[in-house]
C-alpha cells in the first residue's frame, strides 16, 4: 500500500494541467462562439476528473501511509490540502455534470456558468498544488531523503612530508 501511497505525488500533476487546459478551450469556445472548442473542453474536463479522483484516493493513501509528522505547522498544511482536494474533486464532479447536462441541452447561460466555475476552481488548484508542494519540497512529506554518501575527508596535504624540515626563514 505504501508504494501505491507514493503514486500520488506523480498522479497530481494530470488533473492540475488537465483543469486548465479545460478552462482554456471552454473560454475559448465561450467567447468564440465556436462549438468544437467547448465539446474538447468537455472531454479535457471529464478526464480531469477522472484524474482527481485518482489523485485523491492516493492522496488518502499517503497520509494514511507515508511517514509525516502529525502536529504543527506540516499538519495545518495537509488539512487544508485535503480539505480542498476533496472540494475540488466534489466540485469537478459538479461541474462534469453540468458540462454532460449542457451538452444534452446546450445553453450559452449554462456554458457561462461552467466557465466562472472552472475559473473558480483552477484558482483553488493553483493554491491547493502550491501546498503540497510545499509539504513534499520544503517539509519532505513522503520523500525519502537519500542520505549523502559520506566523502572521505582529505587531508592537508604536507610538500614537505618524507623530506628533512628546513627552515627558510634567512
Same mark, same amino acid.
Given at each position: 500500500?505504501?508504494? &501505491?501511497?507514493?503514486? =500520488?505525488?506523480? $498522479? ?5 494541467? &488537465?483543469? %486548465?487546459?479545460?478552462? %482554456? ?6 467567447? /468564440? ?6 465539446? +474538447?473542453?468537455?472531454?479535457?474536463? #471529464? ?10 484516493? $492516493?492522496? &488518502?493513501?499517503?497520509?494514511?501511509? &507515508?511517514? =509525516? ?20 474533486? @466534489? /466540485?469537478?464532479? @459538479? ?7 449542457? +451538452?444534452?441541452?446546450?445553453?450559452? $447561460?449554462?456554458?457561462?456558468?461552467? /466557465? ?5 476552481? @483552477? ?6 498544488? #502550491? ?5 513534499? =519540497? ?27 624540515? =628546513?627552515?627558510? +626563514?634567512?
Amino acid at each position: 500500500m505504501e508504494q &501505491l501511497a507514493r503514486f =500520488h505525488f506523480q $498522479t497530481v500533476h494530470f488533473p492540475i494541467a &488537465l483543469s %486548465f487546459t479545460a478552462l %482554456f478551450l471552454i473560454v475559448v469556445g465561450l467567447l /468564440s462562439k465556436k462549438e468544437k472548442f467547448f465539446i +474538447s473542453g468537455r472531454i479535457i474536463l #471529464y478526464l480531469a476528473t477522472l484524474g482527481a479522483l485518482v489523485a485523491m484516493t $492516493t492522496g &488518502l493513501m499517503a497520509e494514511e501511509y &507515508l511517514p =509525516h509528522s502529525h502536529a504543527g505547522e506540516i499538519r495545518a498544511i495537509m488539512e487544508w490540502h485535503e480539505t480542498l482536494g476533496i472540494t475540488i474533486v @466534489v /466540485s469537478l464532479v @459538479v461541474i462534469s455534470l453540468l458540462a454532460f447536462l449542457e +451538452s444534452r441541452k446546450p445553453s450559452q $447561460t449554462i456554458k457561462t456558468f461552467i /466557465s466562472i466555475l472552472l475559473i473558480v476552481l @483552477v484558482g483553488a488548484v493553483g493554491f491547493t498544488g #502550491y501546498l503540497g508542494g510545499r509539504l513534499g =519540497h520544503e517539509f519532505g512529506v513522503g520523500i525519502k531523503k537519500e542520505q549523502p554518501a559520506q566523502q572521505p575527508i582529505e587531508q592537508p596535504v604536507d610538500k614537505h612530508e618524507g623530506h628533512e624540515h =628546513h627552515d627558510h +626563514s634567512h
